[in-house]
């Protein structure tokens, strides 16, 4: 059972554009939801994390929304660059962080 | 990746042989978790360990084995490598205990199962 989902699973921008990238949980006991980057060959990486105590972070370019009575949280990525093309997943856990759950990525393509 | 090293970085093996994936860290963080990557699921987390010889089952642990022995140390093994074992697996860290809630990951394990 996927216990976060994630849209959509591919995305084109255009350079200096907004990508929008969104999840959705089910289990309200988490607490804790970062996305991560990850460029082919690498691992994926921390980009920004959101507690349900806030309604939004910013983060440069990177900005989180989080809507706790939808259960859903998106990734806004602002003025989007060729350089930002990557696969995004979001997650969710519970502060104790044992088993974090994964969306299943989007692959995001920003053209110049 | 600094602080976390995954070997080796490709494997080739034949079905039914074991295989053993390394993860070494330099961060001293208290958790270590083992994940595999497929097109389509995202990560899904095997194992976890929350200290030396202290480790959990994820949600597809079936066919797989850990142990840790050193804190820096946490040892993935197939115990009978099958073809729906071919995968990327990576290793993570954390350590919420010191403000450190999201993982570090390895660069990542390319395993084919032939």
């Known amino acids: 059972q996927q216990q976060v989902k994630q849209s959509p699973q591919s995305l084109i921008v255009q350079k200096g554009g907004i990508s929008i990238i969104n999840c959705a949980y089910e289990n309200t006991a988490f607490d804790y939801f970062p996305w991560y980057q990850q460029f082919p060959g690498k691992g994926p990486a921390l980009l920004i994390a959101i507690r349900p105590d806030v309604s939004e972070k910013k983060e440069g370019r990177f900005t989180i929304s989080f809507n706790k009575s939808a259960k859903q949280f998106s990734l806004h990525i602002m003025d989007s660059q060729p350089g930002d093309s990557a696969t995004y997943f979001c997650a969710a856990s519970m502060l104790n962080n044992n088993d974090m759950r994964f969306g299943a990525g989007t692959r995001l393509t920003v053209k110049p | 990746d600094a602080g976390i090293t995954q070997s080796p970085r490709h494997k080739v093996t034949e079905t039914g042989t074991p295989v053993t994936l390394r993860c070494h860290q330099t961060?001293?963080?208290?958790?270590m978790y083992w994940y595999r990557q497929d097109p389509g699921h995202g990560l899904r987390l095997i194992h976890y360990s929350y200290g030396v010889k202290d480790t959990d089952k994820g949600e597809v642990s079936d066919g797989y084995s850990v142990s840790r022995s050193k804190t820096e140390d946490f040892l993935l093994t197939l115990e009978s490598a099958t073809s729906s074992q071919t995968s990327v697996y990576f290793c993570?860290?954390?350590?919420?205990?010191?403000?450190?809630?999201?993982?570090?990951f390895g660069s990542g394990t390319r395993l084919t199962v032939v």
């Open positions: 961060e001293n963080h208290r958790y």
């Open positions: 993570a860290i954390s350590d919420p205990g010191q403000g450190q809630s999201g993982y570090t």
